[in-house]
């Protein structure tokens, strides 16, 4: 008698879901004649438990504006390929000949989405050290179904694509921007879902009856300051940050964007829940009961600090290259914004204090304006 296994389902964000969703509306039959002559590209989801890359021989993996991807079955795209680009003399081309071709072709790719600001895709010999859990089979054929009695054109390529979630929410942006012309009016797609970005300086602990007590000109020094010699931390949602220089009231982005890593020492465990099985609860587990009961006016409250936030859709956010900049249209350093549980309690102004950067309080929320 086997023993009962866990359930284990899928877990994604809805910035996922809704890339997923505009990938498997938008990303069919878009037409690559200028990159291979004649040809449609396509993408059709599969399922989460399919094994990556079962039935195919090769894979290669891709890295490309921070995202991590691999495809397998591209033996006969790359031969066509380089048939394509080096002529009849290389009707059986070598590896080299066929690894240039398609670098040739995703390169092109890119420069047809216009995307050229996210770099180049690059091959890599090394897998992924991370899970690549969304999984696509792609399929490129010739728009004239008569050229598949063309020995030289194959009548189907087709393959699988895999992606980590900074990969899907790239390519679910594209597809919903891209081709936005192809996707149903009526439908949730990830180009237009809205993520709020924070710039975000740090957070800092204080019991409640510390809390109550600040007034304008007090200072908070700030724990976990991403703020280092005029650089910090722009997040976006829950999962990706960039990394900005502050110029007076202009942000300039320098890089990302870069998945913020979860708390689970492995990456990959936090794409599924299992049940915990392992024991009962114990409700008097953390209970001293001889101790002192501790006093709510000295249980901690968690402040943030950030300089501004906004919303925009995620094709926005992944639009963001190094290079571009923000205008805000006021100085940073003196508009922070202090908040409990998400809330603005709280402005203040960026200071530095014997090498730490603090918040100086300019307005706080008093008990009055609480009660009225």
Request: aromatic letters at 6%; glycine letters at 10%; a negative charge.
């Amino acid at each position: 008698m086997t023993s009962p296994q866990p359930l284990r389902l899928a877990r994604i964000s809805a910035s996922e879901a809704a890339a997923r969703t505009s990938l498997a509306a938008a990303a069919s039959g878009f037409d690559v004649s200028g990159v291979g002559g004649g040809l449609t590209f396509s993408l059709v989801p599969l399922n989460f438990c399919a094994n990556q890359g079962a039935g195919f021989d090769d894979t290669r993996y891709v890295r490309w504006s921070g995202a991590q991807f691999s495809i397998s079955g591209t033996q006969a795209l790359s031969r066509y390929l380089a048939v394509q680009a080096f002529g009849a003399v290389a009707s059986d081309p070598p590896q080299a000949l066929q690894t240039l071709a398609l670098e040739g072709f995703l390169s092109d790719l890119v420069q047809k989405a216009g995307l050229l600001g996210r770099g180049i895709p690059e091959f890599s010999t090394e897998a992924s050290t991370a899970p690549l859990p969304f999984a696509y089979r792609w399929e490129i054929r010739p728009i004239d179904e008569r050229a598949g009695t063309d020995a030289v054109i194959p009548t189907s390529m087709c393959g699988e694509l895999r992606c980590d979630s900074l990969g899907q929410l790239i390519a679910g942006g594209v597809a919903a921007s891209r081709l936005g012309g192809d996707v149903p009016s009526g439908g949730l797609h990830a180009g237009d879902l809205r993520v709020r970005t924070r710039l975000h300086v740090g957070n800092a602990r204080l019991p409640i009856n510390v809390l109550q007590g600040l007034r304008p000109a007090d200072v908070i020094l700030v724990e976990d300051c991403t703020l280092r010699d005029g650089i910090m931390t722009l997040l976006v949602g829950n999962s990706h940050c960039w990394r900005v220089r502050l110029q007076n009231q202009q942000l300039v982005i320098l890089g990302g964007p870069t998945k913020i890593m979860n708390l689970t020492d492995q990456p990959g465990e936090a794409m599924f829940a299992d049940d915990d099985t392992s024991g009962d609860f114990d409700l008097d587990d953390d209970i001293d009961v001889d101790a002192e009961p501790p006093s709510l006016d000295e249980l901690p409250v968690t402040l943030t600090f950030d300089v501004g936030q906004r919303h925009m859709t995620v094709a926005q956010a992944f639009d963001l290259a190094a290079g571009t900049v923000l205008d805000l249209g006021r100085p940073l350093a003196r508009a922070v914004s202090i908040r409990s549980a998400g809330v603005r309690i709280g402005e203040g102004e960026l200071v530095e204090i014997d090498g730490r950067i603090g918040v100086s309080i300019t307005r706080i929320v008093s008990r009055s304006e609480e009660a009225s």
